[in-house]
DNA sequence: CGTTATCTTGAAAGATTTCAACCAATGTGG
DNA sequence: CCACATTGGTTGAAATCTTTCAAGATAACG
């Protein structure tokens, strides 16, 4: 984010670089050549805990999900990522998150080692992975805010206007769901009667209506009322 | 991290760069003659919203607690930070963080613009920032699967153990905590009283033993049993 | 079309919060 | 030096929220 902002200004007459999402297209479109196109059905892993560091990927189609695994089968969901988002740029080879596909997933696979090893000595490279971590932990932030301090209905709100915020770029209103409540339940701390019960209360108060593929809101600014709770 | 492990295998040639800390003060010196002492009294504020991105700090002596506000006067503690830690060097510029002295604090104070506007022509320094940055990240994603899934006595036991891991590098058992029972309620996601009733409750079943200044460990088996659940 | 997984709903149990009070330590002014 | 105010810590009891357990309904799938 920081170098984002660095880079309008173009110190030190540094040429000035693409933003955002051009930026990570013409960053990768280096690495085209030692990619490649990979497919992967509803529910499989993409990664296991092995190729941890060896790949990283670009989402085409579809939605995916982080997972790490906690004592006793329990599961923390970090992120649902969807098409144009990266998975596994930004990962510490410490940590063991698997992803996995929540709908059927088209994906082009990068070699990440490579990156890495190209930005050993590529400043601009550095400062593109500079960002994208950078925007992954203002988000982890976020979410810590969400975990700690907000109560269920709360939770749900603040998920779903995100959902929104990412996910429906054209169609407006209507948010796709393709996870589980219990993949939901998971990412927000909560138990999957729990979600259920909230979300078919927000139909109730008429804020949102639920649908088999997934939901509509009615209600933008009743949800943002709620998602501050 | 990731930069770090590349690092140890000089790919390309790449001379070898000093690790963790070491690596941390070699490239803080450079800025040294821009930096400045600053010493804050306890409670006081480091910085508010307004000089966000002016600068970063190392800490020398003291604890700083990092502070979000949320609606309702509701407010989450990201983390506390001891001596050798860093302050502000990763934040995006969007995130409101705030930086309070728990106790008296004394800081080195480095411009922060400067540093980032050298890391644009300078891939050590970006990549000493990706290190940085992803190493908060990794740290914060492990909060998140605290908050999301830790029961009260797990989250506490947690948070002792952490404690202990970085605080006490020499005194061994002796946990000093600085921060008000409210402190670390609002780290954790708790109540004061929740915090309150399970430090006692682990004194009474003689895990640890309270005192004014800190806790003293006398069980850190126990501890890591309680600390997943 | 039957089987399985997911979603929904209800009721009871459990954990945590809230409200309220009390205690201990600290600091201040008289 | 002491009464008093203030702050943070502790404890109790009731209220609240969420989970757990259990079952039925719905949708998905071979």
């Known amino acids: 984010m920081q ?8 110190p030190n007459g ?21 990619s490649c196109a990979v497919a992967i059905p509803r ?19 579809g939605c995916v999900r982080t997972v790490e695994w906690l004592g006793g089968g329990r599961r923390q969901i970090g992120a649902f990522l969807w098409p144009g988002e990266l998975l596994g740029i930004d990962d510490g080879s410490e940590h063991c998150t698997d992803a ?22 590529d400043t601009e490279l550095a400062l593109w992975l500079l960002t994208m971590t950078a925007r992954e932990l203002s988000s ?14 709360g939770k749900i709100a603040t998920f779903l206007l995100a ?19 219990g993949d939901i339940a998971d990412h927000l701390g909560l138990s999957t009667e729990t979600v259920c ?9 008429g804020t949102v209506r639920l649908s088999s593929s997934g939901i509509d809101l009615r209600d933008r600014v009743g949800l943002l009322k709620l998602a501050v709770e």
């Open 163 to 181: 959902q929104d915020r990412r996910a429906t770029s054209f169609e407006r209103r209507f948010v796709e769901l393709p996870m589980s409540r």
């Open 197 to 205: 019960r909230n979300l078919v209360h927000l139909q109730h108060i």
């Open 14 to 34: 540094t040429p000035d670089r693409p933003k955002g999402d051009l930026w990570t297209r013409s960053v990768l479109d280096r690495f085209e050549p030692f």
């Open 100 to 121: 996995e596909a929540v709908t059927e997933v088209a994906l082009r696979r990068y070699p990440r080692r490579m990156i890495e090893t190209a930005a050993q000595n």
């Open 43 to 61: 529910a499989q892993a993409i990664r296991g805990r092995a190729d941890q560091a060896e790949f990283c990927w670009r989402i085409l189609s």
């Open 3 to 10: 170098a984002e902002v660095q880079t309008r200004r173009s």
């Open 140 to 153: 982890a932030r976020q979410h810590i805010a969400l975990l700690g301090h907000k109560t269920a209905i």
